[in-house]
């Protein structure tokens, strides 16, 4: 074979490789849509859930501006850990 048709060749093969890989990730994209319009259909529905903590013998839920101040001193030391290790 001749440079020329090496070439020829590669692209060929370059096309049909990124067609094949364009056209599964336009399929995925289709896919996930009809997901997300399918979950959209049924707001009533809620994620229950899972896990050994799940029986109601897990913390009780705070309120209003309790919740985001725990949930600010969690973060905080979250971070202070972080850094404290890295």
Same mark, same amino acid.
């Given at each position: 074979m001749?440079?020329?048709?090496?070439?020829?060749?590669? *692209? =060929?093969?370059?096309?049909v490789g990124m067609g094949i890989v364009f056209g599964f990730l336009l399929m995925l994209? #289709?896919? *996930? =849509?009809?997901?997300?319009?399918?979950?959209l259909k049924f707001p009533h529905l809620e994620a229950q859930?899972? #896990?050994?903590?799940s029986a109601g013998t897990g913390p009780a839920?705070?309120?209003g501006s309790e919740?985001?101040?725990e949930l600010l001193a969690?973060?905080?030391a979250a971070v202070a850990r972080y850094r404290g290790h890295h």
């Open positions: 001749s440079e020329t048709d090496l070439l020829l060749e590669s *692209l =060929r093969l370059l096309v994209v #289709g896919i *996930l =849509r009809g997901m997300s319009a399918i979950v859930p899972t #896990g050994a903590g839920q705070a309120t919740s985001s101040e969690v973060i905080t």
